[in-house]
């Protein structure tokens, strides 16, 4: 989940830059699972949402109570 959240913040990222920001992502299978999820796209070493995934992320994210920023 804060992977998305993170994406969803910040946009594109990579998992390098999740990394420094996320303890949890360094070696683990999470963005891969997201990938083959169908929530998040990989392009080369950069991960974000994929557009038709947005408006779920989104609302799951927010329904949580994480912030999700304005539209």
Known sequence: MLILHALIL???MSIDDLA??????GETVVPATLVMSGFVLQEDDRLSIRAEAYPAVRTGLKS??????EL
């Open 64 to 69: 949580a109570g994480m912030s999700v920023g």
């Open 20 to 25: 420094s920001v996320l303890p949890i992502v």
């Open 10 to 12: 910040h946009g594109r």
